[in-house]
């Protein structure tokens, strides 16, 4: 079985400030994680994967993610907040079966401030 | 340009029909799933399916039913059994699972249908 937990249904940052996102999964199988972002009332758009390659993940929008395997995380960074990544974030785990099953966590709304 | 198409956007529905929600999609991919979103609870999987002719329950697929009548198409039926339908319904499709590319488990989703019963 696995499970996905974002840590914070709601996170506000100021413009300019650090974004940080927070997601552990379990999974026991290795694990593909992933990002994704939606605005309201539309469809989820990939950010970025993490398929077994590199740990650290660049996505697009400035976005990145590392993959820690002793601590069962894969955080959602952004080093300065702009006023369009205002937007709600989701955490997914899939384990690699055919079908490519995701399990979604709850989702974190990302208000930024001027 | 290859994507996922979803129609209606809106709907609206009179309690004891049944709906069908439309998805369709132009990247030639095998894989097409259904799922629906509450506010706060992510989204959970209602139906899926692999290839044409074959579909699968996902974790709530009480009071829905699907077809996969052609690669392209994955529509969804909302029952009259299903107690609470009020919900944002998302379709997503993925790659073939033994293509090369790197992107095999890669879900693309459509823009969703927001259902409203009245």
């Known amino acids: 079985a696995q499970s996905v937990t974002q840590l914070g249904s709601h996170v506000s940052v100021s413009e300019g400030a650090l974004v940080l996102l927070r997601c552990n999964y379990s999974s026991s199988v290795p694990p593909y994680l992933f990002w994704y972002v939606q605005y309201p009332n539309q469809g989820l758009q990939l950010l970025l994967k993490?398929?077994?390659?590199?740990?650290l993940v660049k996505g697009i929008n400035g976005f990145e993610a590392e993959f820690k395997k002793s601590e069962t995380s894969f955080h959602l960074t952004k080093p300065s907040a702009h006023m369009s990544d205002a937007a709600e974030y989701f955490c997914a785990v899939s384990g690699g079966t055919s079908y490519g099953k995701l399990t979604f966590g709850q989702g974190t709304i990302l208000t930024v401030h001027p | 340009d290859g994507g996922i198409t979803q129609s209606p956007k809106y709907l609206f529905r009179k309690e004891g029909q049944n709906v069908t929600l439309s998805c369709e999609q132009n990247?030639?991919?095998?894989?097409m799933y259904w799922y629906r979103q509450d506010p706060g609870q992510g989204l959970r999987l209602i139906y899926y399916?692999?290839?044409?002719?074959?579909?699968q329950k996902g974790d709530i697929a009480e009071g829905y039913s699907v077809s996969r009548e052609k690669k392209e198409s994955f529509p969804l039926t909302v029952t009259s059994a299903q107690k609470n339908p009020t919900a944002f319904y998302l379709c997503a499709s993925k790659g073939a699972p033994y293509s090369s590319g790197g992107v095999t488990d890669t879900q693309y989703f459509g823009p969703g249908t927001r259902l409203t019963v009245l």
């Open positions: 399916s692999q290839i044409v002719n074959d579909f």
């Open positions: 993490y398929t077994s390659a590199a740990t």
């Open positions: 990247l030639n991919h095998d894989a």
